[in-house]
């Protein structure tokens, strides 16, 4: 090989490898100090894009789930005042029993009465919870309502083949039994209507169902009419959909004769009594079997809750909080009367008042307990997504340490020896000098 001087050729080559060595050594340091095997495009352009796509869908899934805990407390802070209802409506039903007892004198049916006003002021309480300033169940997060629905009640125990035009002597079970109603017994009708309870009696003898509806009208026009009678059909509910009896054969429903909260019956009570006065309870566990089947409502827009639960658009929960005011739940009007218990007849019709809010409420809680449920396992689900992706990005992006200490090792000493070369090869050069003397 030539002695030259201009071009140290090994040198040169040497400086490369070290250049090389220098370069390995600084990426490797780079992994074993971030612990990533991909520190940016560079490394892994393919890969580098799918672990990013991973990292936002792993913060996307945990925004998630942290949408579907905050969405879980709204819904206990909703079930509290919705589960406080309840515990006041069992109470009131109670007092009515009470106060429907012919041992209270007047006065005691007033202190009742006081103590059901002071309730339902704290059922109205209890439906303007509200959480992060949001009211709940107060109707303002109702479904949407295109039509206002009209309370029907339905009874499920007298015979499919009755009507209207059917004598009230004639009268059959659902099992076909007679109720044996004679013509001299007294029917008693009451219902409650705007927190307002009329009541009506006549005797039964040739008298049909339909005499029924009249009798409750004599006390307020209009306020009830006779449901058709269309095979199972009892009508359509608040989301427009058919309302059908639970054993698919037909049944009597009565109609409140106005739409909305407006015209909502909260109670309806037919009382049978024979000429010695005595109720007839077999009788009346048929006959005043009316137990709501659609829920009066007001027009609404979409105001459901939107709970977001998902990294994609629309994948979420909706949520509609019916109204758990006292006035929803027939127990006041609009004016503000509230429900009579000042004498026996008031305080026996009541008992289905309490029994109707009993079922709204208990529905609500129903409800809002189910999208608890629900949003437990969405949480859970989200929990394990987010975990599994990030395997799967653990998986792209993070350094094998043993690995890559490994790399570090052998790079460092590839430097080194690079470094101790290159000192050689500029060393090597000076030998020409002996040629210059």
């Known amino acids: 090989m030539a002695m030259v001087v201009k071009n140290n050729l090994s040198a040169i080559n040497t400086l490369n490898t070290l250049n090389t060595n220098s370069n390995a050594l600084s990426k490797s340091l780079a992994k074993v100090s971030s612990g990533m095997k991909i520190n940016g495009a560079a490394d892994d352009a393919s890969g580098y894009a799918i672990s990013e796509r991973m990292r936002v869908q792993i913060r996307g899934l945990d925004q998630a789930n942290a949408n579907t805990q905050n969405g879980s407390s ?73 039509t206002a629905t009209t309370t029907r009640m339905t009874n499920n125990a007298l015979n499919e083949t009755e009507t209207w035009s059917s004598t009230l002597t004639t009268l059959k079970d659902r099992n076909g039994n007679d109720l044996n109603i004679q013509s001299l017994d007294t029917v008693t009708v009451s219902f409650v209507k705007q927190g307002k309870t009329y009541t009506s009696s ?9 005499d029924i509806i009249t009798a409750a009208n004599s006390q307020s026009t209009g306020s009830i009419k006779a449901g058709s009678l269309n095979d199972s059909y009892i009508g359509r509910d ?21 739409s909305g909260l407006k015209g909502q019956i909260s109670g309806f ?11 007839q309870k077999s009788i009346n566990a048929v006959l005043d079997n ?17 709970l977001q639960v998902g990294t994609k658009a629309n994948q979420s929960i909706r949520v509609g909080l019916t109204d758990m005011r006292a006035e929803a739940l027939g ?52 929990t394990t ?11 792209i992006r993070d350094a094998d340490m043993a690995k890559e200490m490994t790399n570090y090792t052998k790079n460092n000493v590839l430097l080194q020896a690079a470094q101790s070369m290159l000192a050689q090869a500029n060393q090597s050069s000076s030998s020409v000098l002996s040629l210059l003397q």
């Open 74 to 146: 709204m819904m206990k802070t909703a079930e509290g005042a919705v589960s406080s209802t309840v515990d006041i409506l069992k109470t009131l039903k109670e007092k009515v029993i009470s106060a429907a007892n012919d041992d209270k004198t007047d006065a005691d049916r007033q202190a009742i009465q006081k103590e059901l006003d002071q309730s339902i002021d704290q059922i109205n309480d209890n439906a303007n919870i509200t959480y992060n300033g949001k009211y709940l169940v107060d109707g303002s997060h109702n479904a949407s309502i295109k």
């Open 202 to 210: 006549f005797q039964a003898g040739t008298k049909t169902m339909q």
């Open 238 to 258: 608040s989301a427009g959909d058919t309302v059908n009896t639970a054993d698919g054969k037909k049944a009597m429903t009565i109609e409140a004769g106005v």
């Open 269 to 279: 009570t037919i009382s049978v009594s024979n000429t010695k006065g005595q109720v």
């Open 290 to 306: 009316f137990s709501e089947s659609i829920r009066a409502e007001n027009v609404s827009n979409d105001n459901m809750i939107t």
């Open 331 to 382: 127990l006041q009007s609009s004016n503000g009367t509230t429900l009579n218990v000042s004498t026996q007849k008031y305080a026996n019709a009541a008992v289905n008042v309490l029994d109707n809010a009993l079922q709204k409420a208990l529905d609500q809680q129903t409800t809002i307990g189910s999208i608890q449920s629900r949003l437990e396992y969405t949480s859970a689900n989200l």
């Open 385 to 395: 997504s987010s975990q599994n992706v990030q395997a799967s990005e653990s998986t």
